[in-house]
């Protein structure tokens, strides 16, 4: 058998499969039957991105199964094995899309089965920045579990995002490892079929940031072969089946390292032999070119990005500490340099040791940085990273911040021998590793000792935090003579180019002015760039001569006007990992906005994901745009076309998260009071018209403005 035999057979198995499950469906369910993933703008994402046409019913179903046939052409050329491996993808896509049928959800915990389209724009920015250097597809039983956990975890410890097909799953569950998208770890399923969920997260990834037409087979090939950094590894034995949908990963751009050494032909940089499967790991990363950036830190427990979303359960804590409830602080503190003695750790007050099992305690740690080039303002940028290096600690759990802090530790992370002086360990180590550039010199105290953390909270920090809070309050476009640029998401969205500013943060909303600013001081040749703002054109829309030839430069030509403060002119682009977007609702002269997490509809009569799919690749929308949370409550938020009065929906949880910043500024700038009351949500109206009857109840100011198209 040659390894066209078996690509040709497996695809052959595979499309027999399929027609016989499309069929018996139509049998059971009439050909006008709906057929879609959930969550998702793109129906069956991968059929649409290689066809360009959009999936709906049974029938049509039926009949892209025929565009499919096309597909498997028999010549032995490589060629032909590739598109029968992308073949057996699609074939596998409807399979999947089958069991969809009525909203059913067919897959349990642990399996995810089919991601939705708010996943991969959140896996945009981690994906950028390298804080996820690659995505891992393992697929079926390693020869035993511990060699499969291990190398799970030799990713996980490395921050590769991990999707686990068939026995593997099992083997992961035997050993009790704990999985899930928080700790970036997804079994996606058993049957080899959902091997297709997570390559249409590498497809829709093409679709939704790279701005790849629908229907271009080639550019989307070339697209996930360049940017999405994602490998296999398949267990032997591997059936035709295996080898097929193997033969669709290479198409794509993505490496298999496989095991088997029966009837398998190695082509080199795609197919690899690697008989050692504890050098799976170093020949995947080595064969897809993924370097992994490593901080050593002297702890007795695991730091790596993966545990950044690690949850600690009460019956799993061995204690915790509470800025809630007790006086806690975190705090980044400037020092001269002859105060600060480098990695000198001290811990004042009692050790996890000595405190009560299941306690609630205080602690306050002050990192005392000192650098020629430290200014004030990055005080507050290298504090808020305090919350990730936590995180990355495995078994350790940090939320909020300032004097708002909580921190767990687990009875696992415990016995291993982690105390509190890791964490001054990681503060270091991490303060030092990132913010290099303006930190040459650092030293952590850490308090648990109470009077002390009561002194340094009320004392210390609290003063720090409110001058900080007041420089804040006065930072303002108009204040500042800079802004800057972002072009992070470029890796993705290749002319994506964010104007960031005091007043508008990046569309992520991980970057705000202070944050591009450090970044531009840190790495000057780096993503931020400064922009003047000499030659303004039009302040009302946000226009500037040097904006203008900044995002030209940025986009190579692709973009030539970007304005600040307008969604209909000129908008700014997006790249597709916002947080949020914001259309416009025709019958209210208002704008909709919907927030990644929200599932639901909207009054546009779209989903987040649709609205979401109206824009990205960095190309401009006018009427659609992308924007960060924060902006939502900003003074200038599409300024233009009369600003923030123009809000008219929010799904329920986004509006009480804004509410406070939002009710002020509706108050300071049209002497508005609980100006949310008058905006819609969710539970008040999900279509056009009775959120226009709301609307006119409560007197909503969009009602009385000129309509925007
Ligand atoms: Fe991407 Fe813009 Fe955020 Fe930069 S500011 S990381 S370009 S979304
Ligand atoms: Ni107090
Ligand atoms: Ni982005």
Redesign the pocket.
Known sequence: MTLFDRVFGGNDAVYGLTEGAIDGAIAQYGEDKAVSFPNTAYSLPCYYAVTGTKVTTLKELKEALGVVKTLMTREKRLNDAFMSGVATALCAEFIEVLKYIDGATPYEEPCYGHLGDAVIREL??PL??GDIPGVAVILGAAPTTEEGVALVKSYQAQGILVTLVGGIIDQVAEAGMKTGANVRVIPLGKDVTSVVHVVSVAIRAALIFGNVTPGDAGTLMKYTMDRVPAFVNAFKPLDDVIVACGAGAIALGFPVITNETENIFRVPKSLIVQEDVSKFNATSLEARDIKIKITNIDIPVAFASAFEGEIIRRKDMQVEFDGSRVDCAELVHTCDASEIEDHKITVIGPEVDEMEFGSKNSIAYVVKVAGKNMQADFEPVIERKFHNYINCIEGVYHTGQRDMQRIRISIDAFNAGFRIKHIGEVLYASVKNEFDAVVDKCEVVIYTDPAECTRIRHEVAIPIFDKRDERLDTLTDESVDVYYS?????AF?PS???V?TPER???????SWLD?KATHQLDPAG??QIITKERPIDENLGSYEDVDEAVQKFSQGALEHVTLYSIMQDPMT??G??ECICGIEPFSNGVVIANREYAGMTPLGMTFPEMASMTGGGVQTPGFM?H?KHFISSKKFMKAEGGIERIVWMPKELKEFVADRLNKTAKELYGIDNFTDMIGDETIAEDPETLVAFLTEKGHPALGLDPMM
């Not at 972002?486 to 470029?490: D, E, F, T, V």
């Not at 943060?505 to 970057?511: K, R």
């Open positions: 945009g920015v950028v920045t972002c072009i992070l998401c470029q969205a994506h180019v964010c960031v943060l990046g569309l992520c909303g991980a970057v591009a993503p931020c997006s790249c990992c916002f992308g960060g």
